[in-house]
């Protein structure tokens, strides 16, 4: 449609729209160019900006023209034109030329001018705004085209009569429209209290009007039968015969109905329940969502704004195309080949983008009813689900909606076009080919609203679910059928209330315009003005309770869901209003008093009939056990197919592992045999310098036992000249490096150690850098220490430890220097402080569905929890001999505020740390699972409720993950939500600043801050974690990152954003 638009701008000539063109193609009000081959064409018009026709009521309907020749004039003629000399007198006053081009004013009263000139008597006209063309003022002149409007009048002027009286009535129209606006929000409000005795009154009027029509057509029958027939003339006693035969039939169709109708009520009695109760949840809707209540006003605007641009977009086709000659010698614009048949699709288009419009419509209300239907605390509802439900809709499901929209378009297009093949061969085709036509636009018509009111259960399916429209439609489908029971109650008993309900806005308006209407004296005729009013008040009641009729549906699409997945047991709860939930109830202690009573019954019954009532129920025994062995059958296959599928992917596991561990095996196959080259090249190395070494002391050996046998002094001084030890004694032992403590850093989980020696010593091969742990401040103790952790092989004068855990409040840390054939003395230790919080789940303090262990929590649906105490050597097992040091924080930490196991219960899975925050900056990070349902990571006082959950209390702060039914990303606190528009990062980092008064999170892995709460903390407090189907890893004993710190300080003072949850708690 797009193109089809840009091609009628592109080449419609806008100007022949606006400013309109004569008979011979000149556009007027501008200078046009010549057109070839045709006559008086390029005229210029510079000062003629009207169209004129000469015989402006000759219209053409099947063309869609005016038959009459078109001039460009310079005025339209204001009043009534009846003769030739009229025509040239205004030529002459007001310089407007109302006959051809080649006539001269003064030739208009000439023989060859009555062809030339208008049509007389020239009616009065005035230029249509913004289009340029001259209309007749008096509508009379088209009363031959409109006689399908007028056929109730004998002349024009009861027409008139009634035109006037809609202008002069116009302010009590308007005044009853605003009435019947109003009376239709009246009555959405109404029908929540009232639903119940709503309900009953329409079933109960129905009902006797049934037993009263079928009562009176037998009191016709009887009454016609027994009138002796002696007294009807002879003539009218065949028709008689007929009446009485016709009011028998009628009173037996009746009679059917009557009955069809009262089995139905009576079977469908208890259903009826249901929409009485859906009713009154459908107005507490209206009450949490009142935006609702303008999505007829929303839809309307945009079909205006669609249907405004498709007839500007058809306009513009009609002057697309070359000019042309017609049969009269007149130009048309016409286009030629294949896009002459464009205005095909553009209809198409039309009946397309409205049903995509409207089913925008409902799939934003369907949207909105299931957000307020599954949030279980409707103080958690977004701040405008409305709002809300559109940014999905454009964001996810605008594919939906037109896949669904496309349906019903192929649908209603062939009705269409058989309707109007109807139309054109009315009167001329056969009685079968016109029952056939009937049939088919009947059964298209069935189709098209069968497939409506399944689309609407699709959008709902998806909005539920977020799937596709075709598994929507068939899961909306698979529901429908398993409840259509409860489907025809609702359709019936609620469409038809519904319909009252617009009956009875009509009648009230329009009883309102009767009584208004008839103190109007101006004028004798107030039907049309009634009619208008009446029309009117039907269609907002329509546009109202529609929207009404949708919501109920939504909401038992909703209701069927909950009702088939959830029994309202321990972790499968209801998500029902408390309306529908009572319903349930009664539903379920009616089932069991009908079967006590059944029971009850059978004691009293004849032994025949008891027998008969034993043997029913052992038949329905029967079947239910060959069903449930039917259901075993089904269980034990499906159990083997899953053995075997259990068992071969068990098999690809072990595969994949044991590829796995022979990539591994081979890894280290090769670094062990890397390293056996290099330390065998070494050891060749010391061992090739130990023979050197041995061969010098050999010869100094040799050299010594010589100078012992010389017995002569001066000998023995002429054999020591020239002879050195040197080549001896080259190789010195390294001496010890100094630390540096001032070139050291500590940071972000790291420890770079920087040494230098005393002097320069170009012998030095490589360094050894040496550290352990401990809790003790000062020079390294030598009890209660842990062994030395070594780094070799290092060559620079500075090292980094990175990726550190620091679970002990400082580090020792020594280097020796090394050359070739020895290592030197260690340098001095130096302590370096790595001060970080270091916390642990307290098991104490868990849910009892949650399986607690020191740095993770599991969600476990069957209430087992983590070891509360666990034994210190299990819990070192595995490290090394030294005790691991005392947890330290801070603050203090506190006892578990109760020893049980139901710290926290109800829906609050809550666990908290066991050490408590008192001042400082502090970090740790939490990583949740994939497939976790339901999270939420913050901070809270000890003082938090049993029953309450993080962030609903103004002692909790918190961000909460949801990826159950819809995603949400939140910060909540004080019962206060704020909807984060980030993606959820795989890791969460926690930063808090408790003299600072700051909470902030951050992705752990790009640093970017998620949100941030500015308070200020009346009490120490304890990391919380609450999490529902699924787990959390915990990650502590992390300094505060650099890039954390940064970012706070940009921060700071910037973040108004977040007012709304940022509040002083005591």
């Known amino acids: 449609m797009g193109f089809i638009c840009g091609f009628s701008v592109a080449t419609g000539a806008a100007a022949r729209l606006v400013s309109g063109y004569d008979s011979y193609g000149n556009i007027c009000g501008q200078k046009n160019a010549e057109l070839e081959s045709i006559p008086n064409s390029g005229m210029d018009h510079t000062h003629r900006k009207y169209v004129f026709f000469l015989d402006p009521c000759n219209l053409d309907l099947i063309n869609r023209k005016i038959k009459s020749e078109a001039l460009c004039v310079a005025a339209c003629p204001r009043q009534e034109l009846k003769t030739l000399n009229d025509v040239q007198k205004f030529a002459e006053m007001n310089g407007s030329a109302l006959c051809h081009y080649k006539l001269k004013p003064s030739e208009y009263t000439s023989s060859k001018a009555s062809s030339l000139c208008p049509k007389l008597p020239v009616p009065a006209s005035a230029p249509i705004p913004f289009f340029h063309r001259c209309a007749p003022v008096n509508i009379s002149c088209y009363a031959k085209f409109a006689e399908a409007l007028i056929t109730f009048v004998s002349d024009n002027s009861v027409l008139h009569r009634l035109i006037s009286g809609v202008m002069a009535s116009k302010e009590i129209i308007l005044g009853l429209c605003l009435l019947s606006l109003v009376l239709s ?36 029958y009887a009454k016609q039968r027994k009138s002796p ?32 109708l009262f089995l139905i009520m009576l079977f469908m009695r208890k259903r009826i329940a249901l929409t009485i109760a859906l009713f009154h949840v459908a107005g507490k809707v209206f009450i949490h969502l009142p935006l609702l209540v303008f999505q007829p006003f929303w839809t309307f605007f945009a079909l205006v704004l669609f249907w405004a641009y498709w007839i500007m977009t058809l306009l513009f086709l009609g002057t697309t195309g070359s000019a042309v000659k ?88 062939p009705r269409m076009i058989l309707m109007y093949i109807h139309s054109q061969l009315k009167g001329k085709e056969n009685a079968c080919a ?61 469409d038809f209330m519904l319909f009252l309900g617009k009956v009875l806005i009509v009648c009230s308006t329009g009883l309102a315009g009767i009584m208004l209407l008839n103190y109007q004296q101006d004028y004798t005729v107030w039907v049309l003005p009634l009619i208008i009013v009446c029309l009117f008040a039907f269609l907002v009641a329509h546009c109202f309770l529609s929207i009404y009729e949708m919501v109920v549906d939504v909401l038992f699409l909703c209701f069927a869901i909950d009702t088939k997945y959830n029994d309202g047991s321990p972790g499968r709860e209801f998500y029902m209003d408390k309306v529908l939930m009572e319903f349930v109830e009664n539903s379920r202690k009616a089932m069991k008093e009908a079967g006590k ?65 022979d990539e591994v095996k081979e890894s280290m196959i090769n670094s062990i045999k890397q390293e056996q080259a290099r330390k065998s090249q070494e050891l060749q190395s010391q061992l090739s310098q130990c023979n050197n070494a041995l061969e010098n002391s050999e010869e100094l050996l040799e050299f010594a036992t010589r100078s012992l046998d010389i017995k002569e002094a001066e000998e023995f001084s002429k054999s020591n000249n020239g002879f050195s030890l040197s080549p001896f004694f080259e190789t010195k032992v390294p001496k010890a490096p100094e630390i540096d403590p001032v070139e050291c850093l500590v940071a ?63 580090m020792n840390f020594r280097v020796r220097a090394c050359n070739k054939a020895v290592a030197g003395e260690c340098s001095d230790p130096v302590t370096l402080e790595t001060k970080a919080l270091n916390f642990s789940l307290d098991s104490s303090s868990s849910h009892l569905n949650l399986k607690v262990e020191d740095t993770c929590v599991e969600w476990d649906p069957t209430g087992g929890k983590g070891q509360e105490n666990k034994v210190k050597g299990k819990e070192n097992k595995g490290r090394s001999g ?41 970090y740790w990070e939490v990583k949740a699972q994939k497939d976790c349902k339901s999270y939420s990571v913050g901070v809270a006082y000890k003082t938090l409720g049993k029953f309450d959950q993080l962030g609903k209390t103004n002692t909790s702060w918190c961000i909460h993950v949801n990826n159950w039914l819809q995603n949400t990303f939140a910060a909540k606190h004080n019962n206060k939500v704020k909807a984060l528009d980030v993606t959820v990062p795989e890791r969460i980092g926690v930063f808090c600043d408790f003299d600072g008064g700051q909470l902030s999170f951050y992705d752990a892995n790009s640093k970017q801050l998620l949100y941030s709460f500015k308070t200020k903390f009346t009490q120490p407090v304890l990391p919380g974690f609450m999490v529902w189907c699924g787990g959390l890893s915990l990650s502590t004993g992390m300094q505060v990152p650099s890039a954390v710190r940064t970012l706070q300080k940009s921060e700071n003072g910037m973040t108004g954003s977040a007012s709304s949850l940022n509040i002083v708690t005591q």
């Open 185 to 220: 929000m009246i009555l959405m409000v109404i029908i929540r209290y009232i639903s119940r005795v709503l309900v009953w009154i329409v079933t109960i009027l129905v009902i006797l009007g049934s037993l009263g029509g079928t009562g009176v057509l037998w009191w016709l």
């Open 748 to 810: 972000d989980n790291a420890v770079t150690v920087a040494w230098r020696m005393p002097e320069e010593d170009n012998k030095i091969d490589h360094f050894i850098l040496e550290y352990r742990k401990t809790n003790f401040d000062g020079l390294p103790r030598v009890k209660d220490e842990r062994c030395w952790d070594i780094i070799d092989n290092i060559k620079g004068t500075e090292y980094t430890l990175s990726g550190l855990r620091f679970d002990s409040k400082y």
């Open 434 to 494: 016109r029952c056939m036509l009937k049939s088919c636009i009947c059964c298209l018509w069935c189709l098209e609203k069968c497939l409506n009111y399944l689309n609407q259960n699709a959008y709902t399916a998806t909005a539920i679910n977020s799937t596709n429209f075709c598994t929507s439609a068939k899961d909306a489908f698979v529901i429908l059928v398993e409840n259509a029971l409860r489907v025809a109650a609702i359709n019936t008993v609620g």
């Open 597 to 661: 009573g059944g029971a009850a019954d059978a004691r009293e019954l004849k032994p025949m009939e008891a027998l008969q009532r034993i043997i029913s129920t052992l038949a329905n025994k029967n079947d239910e056990i060959q069903n449930f062995i039917d259901t075993l059958n089904q269980t034990l296959k499906g159990v083997q197919e899953n053995s075997s599928n259990i068992l071969s992917e068990l098999d690809e596991e072990f595969d994949s592992l044991y590829s796995i561990l």
């Open 326 to 413: 017609n049969d009269q010698g007149f130009v048309e614009f016409r286009v030629s080949g294949p896009l002459q048949y464009m205005w095909w699709y553009h209809v198409v288009g039309l009946i397309w983008i409205s049903e995509f419009i409207l089913a925008c419509q409902q799939m934003t209300v369907a949207g909105a009813v299931v957000t307020y239907y599954f949030t279980r605390d409707k103080r958690n509802l977004p701040f405008t689900p409305i709002l809300a439900s559109v940014n999905r809709l454009v964001r996810y499901h605008l594919g939906t909606v037109a896949k669904g929209s496309f349906i019903i378009t192929l649908v209603k297009i």
């Open 882 to 922: 030294t005790p691991s040091p005392k947890r330290t924080s801070v603050g203090s930490r506190p006892p578990a505020v109760r020893g049980s196991r139901d710290r926290f219960t109800g829906e609050s899975y809550t666990v908290l740390g066991d050490t408590a925050i008192e001042s400082g900056q502090h």
């Open 229 to 260: 027939k002696e007294t009807i003339i002879p003539e009218q006693l065949q028709i008689a015969e007929d009446n009485l035969r016709a009011l028998l039939i009628y009173a037996i169709s009746a009679t059917v109905f009557t009955v069809i």
